[in-house]
């Protein structure tokens, strides 16, 4: 799955529609101190969340569907607008009606640029402050305050009490606890090393405060269904060095939950339950003690942040929860292995299914994407797709976050290039994986690109570096077959996985905002190309983070695929690839006959075996290119690049 160019902000497209500005801006303005405009940042998903929702930071939902997007809406009383990417542009347009205006582009400056000129000096912008990260707001107070305008926090959400009754039901699924065998350690053992990471902590923190829905999942290993692709649900978390109080739905919780929670006792490792609505309240009284209360800043909401004396604030740009759940144990990393044979199984026998069905003129991307899901579904572990799967023929493969639709779609074509981006949530582990394919004749231009794109993959993957080097340092080495003809792509190389949690688990991952790379992280490797209006080729694999073998003596690493589908012989260009890109190649082929190809008999998939066996046939080298790649850049010299994404 493409990697998001930072944490966004998600939105529902704009308040429930109106019959005309008058009559919607009349029910939306008239309540006490209520300031002439009012901007909405919406976290929000199939549904939309519930009342005062805070989780500002969109926790990996790159697809969020069924009418809800990114972007950002204000409402005046004589206006409405919306902003929002080329992503979302037609479903804006079929969406909003005639009150509204569309303004195609994205970032703080035309927002405020747009207020600026309908809100008179002095004038005041309010906002719901659980739905503006502490970034985010802190960009548009900056500016508005600069040009006489000021930002206003209001707590009660004014769409929510235009909606009334007409809102959905809020998600009231059970809360539930992973079975031991799927966790990596127990929840008193994260407890215990968060607070020992507060004890250490030079400025002695007496709390953590957890606002993204993940770190309260994995911290007490509960799982639920409030967002589409992602096994969450709403919740907030203090952690004290003498307390834990989850803010949540106490209903959701079943008795054995509770129990395993130790929630009827107060001692120091027994969870207290409060209600998700009381978190503002029960921080800003924690605040009237001696405290100092430890957060992550990208994460926070700035309804939480503004309730905290700033001399009883410490920041980080991540919380402790969110960089230790980043690097995976033994335990774990052996689960998110075993989690991608399955997955692998599923993806192959797509691949043979459409190797049948294509030419036959029958198969759509929509249904393709739907028989997938069918075939993760008889995996065991299996409990519905990590993303909304990206099924894309011919020229649909260029748009990078397109994915079909039961009324759009086109039909997969031997004449074509597919691109298949899809993942899986399972008990032990999520997958995502990215295959392009071509079954009849491609053109060389397409062939040599495809070549580049799996260079790219291959030389990171392959890659040894310093331990602690930070993604972005390393990451052109995936670009670097394609930059030399003077190929790129326009998104980022990867981001972080997590163990039945998020499909986008920051702060992994190789952009600026991401943190060192450490032995036990998971990422995705994923560089591309796509010409526009023709087709599109992404190479997807997910790879834990290991020591590297080095000659001598020091601290290196390098990375460990453990996606396990073959590429597109059809589609490979041998004489591009140098003799090592060629051994590591048909290395990875025979780790994929190692541990697919067992999964395979055992379960009496023969046809699916055979073709393992076939696609995985070591490649020979070819005549020697015309113009081979130039020695790869040593890291230290990739410093001076500076490359950004």
Not at 23 to 48: I, T, W
Not at 370 to 383: Q, T
């Amino acid at each position: 799955m493409l990697p998001l160019a930072c944490p966004p902000l998600c939105l529902c497209l704009g308040p429930p529609k109106v019959t005309g500005p008058e009559r919607g801006c009349e029910k939306l303005f008239n309540q006490p101190s209520v300031p002439s405009s009012y901007c909405g940042q919406y976290h929000s998903a199939a549904h939309s969340p519930p009342p005062a929702d805070a989780h500002p930071e969109c926790l990996c939902l790159h697809r969020p569907g069924h009418g809800c997007s990114h972007g950002i809406a204000v409402v005046t009383m004589g206006k409405a607008a919306l902003w929002t990417d080329s992503r979302y542009w037609t479903q804006a347009e079929r969406q909003m009606d005639c009150n509204w205006e569309l303004h195609k582009e994205v970032g703080t400056t035309p927002v405020v640029t747009w207020l600026l000129t309908e809100i008179p000096v002095g004038g005041r912008v309010g906002f719901d402050p659980f739905l503006f990260s502490i970034n985010s707001w802190e960009s548009y107070n900056v500016a508005l305050r600069d040009s006489d305008r000021e930002l206003v926090s209001i707590t009660v959400n004014l769409v929510d009490l235009l909606w009334g009754s007409e809102r959905p039901p809020v998600p009231s699924e059970p809360i539930y606890a992973l079975q031991e065998a799927f966790t990596g350690s127990s929840w008193q053992e994260k407890v215990s090393g968060i607070r020992s990471q507060m004890k250490k902590h030079r400025e002695a923190p007496t709390a953590v405060l957890l606002s993204a829905l993940d770190e309260t999942a994995w911290l007490f290993n509960l799982r639920s269904s409030d967002i589409p692709y992602n096994p969450f649900f709403y919740s907030y978390t203090l952690l004290t060095d003498s307390s834990i109080r989850l803010f949540a739905n106490k209903s959701r919780f079943s008795s054995k939950t509770l129990q395993y929670l130790n929630s009827s006792c107060t001692d120091s490792m027994c969870v207290q339950l409060e209600d998700y609505g009381q978190v503002r309240d029960s921080v800003q009284a924690y605040t009237s003690g001696a405290v100092k209360i430890w957060i992550g800043t990208s994460y926070t909401s700035y309804g939480l942040y503004e309730v905290i004396p700033k001399e009883k604030l410490i920041a980080d740009t991540y919380s402790p929860v969110m960089v230790t759940k980043a690097v995976k144990n033994s335990k774990e990393q052996t689960l998110l292995r075993a989690s991608h044979v399955r997955d692998a199984v599923a993806v192959i026998r797509y691949l043979v299914w459409l190797e049948e069905n294509v030419p036959k003129g029958t198969v759509d991307e929509f249904s393709g994407a739907e028989l997938l899901e069918k075939f993760r579904g008889e995996e065991e572990f299996f409990s519905g797709s990590s993303f909304e799967t990206i099924s894309a023929s011919g020229l649909n493969a260029a748009l990078a976050h397109y994915s079909p639709t039961k009324e759009l779609h086109r039909k997969l074509s031997s004449d074509e290039m597919y691109l298949l981006d899809s993942g899986g949530q399972y008990w032990d582990g999520t997958t995502d994986i990215t295959r392009t394919v071509h079954w009849g004749t491609p053109s060389a231009f397409q062939k040599e690109a495809y070549t580049r794109v799996l260079i790219g993959n291959i030389d990171l993957s392959r890659l040894v570096f310093p331990a602690a080097t930070s993604g972005r340092m390393v990451e052109a080495f995936a670009r670097r077959a394609l930059w030399d003809v003077g190929l790129n792509y326009g998104h980022g190389t990867g981001h972080g996985i997590g163990n039945f949690l998020c499909v986008h688990e920051w702060p992994v991952g190789f952009q600026s905002g991401n943190i060192a790379m450490a032995k036990g992280m998971f990422t995705s490797i994923e560089p591309g190309y796509y010409q526009d209006g023709e087709f599109g080729i992404r190479l997807e694999d997910v790879a834990l983070v290991v020591e590297a073998k080095t000659k001598y003596p020091g601290t290196y690493l390098t990375f460990e695929v453990v996606s396990l589908v073959p590429y597109d012989r059809n589609l490979i260009d041998v004489s591009l690839l140098s003799p090592e890109q060629l051994q590591y190649l048909n290395r990875y082929y025979q780790t994929i006959r190692e541990k697919v190809g067992p999964e395979l008999q055992r379960r009496q998939l023969l046809k699916e075996f055979s073709w393992l066996q076939r696609h995985t046939e070591p490649l020979a080298s070819r005549a020697a290119p015309t113009a081979s790649l130039a020695p790869l850049m040593t890291v230290s010299a990739l410093t001076i690049l500076s490359w950004s994404v």
